[in-house]
């Protein structure tokens, strides 16, 4: 008789498109170098979108850079808790970094500087031109190289833990922004776009174009990106090590760690984690050891390399520890609400 095959079990999440290249590129390199019987399926459908479907139960979990507590995310945390009696569990599998993405012929990447006064003007809709006065003084070498172009900003058109991100630090770094911060916001200028995918497709699109985009999107794109100036006043660009320094902070007990306007002198300025949503109770025992055993190799050696691989940041080892200890704690319950 021949051997059963073992069944394969289909695990389903959704959410954030910040964590979509790493969290696809993990799953897949889990099921074909570790156990061929897990699928995970990862829908990058944007933050708001994955929250709701992990409160509706939909999904075997979903993934944001907006955290849910009592502070943020406060109408779905509190849905989430009416709905499963319990607080949801967050885990922060990486860090990341926000840039700013632009398509300007003639100016390559990292040439263009943007200090605070000037990246705020442009968000505000208070600098409408690339030739203005206050972007040459910044841009001594680009004088004659900025166009008379309109300048097109480029946001998010979906609830966003990406806006979620870059909001927070405009709210924090930005004196004349009056839209607060959230996965959605009321922007006083420019064009929506579907996930970082679509906002980077817009930018490559529209010569002038400027907009705000995960760093996997920028690399794996090849997009043309800002240095910028943090606020301790000097100009950084965005490297894996400025970005770990800035998510440098200790992290509180529900993991929900937010720097929206890190103070280091070389601090990369706009960073966050991501957090993987899960469920504190499963119904299928078999299903939630797959899960298990899946999130904890994406924080071993091999899981690791490929966060580098793609400029996204590791979580240090203490938090790793913390992180499995949660995961050991969810229960199986045949009863658990879905």
């Not at 051997?3 to 390199?29: C, E, K, N, Y």
């Amino acid at each position: 008789m021949a051997p059963a095959q073992a069944q394969t079990i289909q695990i389903s999440g959704a959410g954030a498109t910040f964590a979509a290249p790493v969290l696809q590129r993990w799953f897949d390199a889990y099921n074909r170098t570790v156990n061929s019987n897990v699928q995970v399926s990862y829908q990058s459908v944007g933050s708001g979108a994955g929250l709701e479907q992990y409160i509706n139960g939909s999904v075997d979990f979903g993934a944001s850079e907006g955290p849910m507590n009592a502070q943020n995310n406060k109408s779905r945390y509190e849905n989430f808790k009416a709905k499963y009696g319990y607080e949801p569990l967050q885990l922060p599998l990486a860090g990341g970094a926000i840039e700013f993405a632009y398509n300007l012929p003639g100016i390559e990447s990292q040439e263009l500087v943007l200090k605070r006064e000037t990246y705020c003007a442009i968000v505000t809709g208070e600098i409408e031109k690339w030739n203005d006065i206050r972007i040459k003084a910044q841009n001594p070498t680009l004088v004659d190289r900025l166009p008379d172009l309109p300048i097109t900003w480029v946001h998010r058109s979906d609830g966003s833990g990406t806006t979620f991100v870059f909001t927070n630090h405009i709210n924090a770094a930005c004196p004349n922004w009056t839209s607060g911060f959230g996965t959605s916001v009321e922007w006083p200028v420019g064009i929506g776009a579907q996930g970082n995918e679509g906002v980077a497709a817009t930018i490559k699109q529209e010569e002038g174009a400027i907009g705000y985009v995960n760093q996997s999107y920028a690399k794996l794109e090849n997009m043309s990106t800002a240095r910028l100036e943090n606020k301790a006043g000097n100009i950084v660009a965005f490297s894996p090590e400025a970005a770990s320094a800035a998510l440098n902070q200790p992290i509180p007990e529900d993991f929900a760690l937010l720097v929206p306007d890190p103070e280091g002198s070389e601090h990369y300025p706009i960073v966050g984690l991501f957090w993987i949503m899960l469920y504190r109770e499963y119904p299928d025992e078999a299903k939630l050891k797959a899960l298990v055993d899946a999130v904890k190799w994406t924080q071993g050696p091999e899981g690791q390399a490929i966060t580098r691989e793609l400029d996204y940041i590791p979580m240090p080892q203490p938090v790793i520890d913390r992180i499995f200890a949660e995961l050991d704690g969810i229960k199986v319950n045949p009863n658990a609400v879905r």
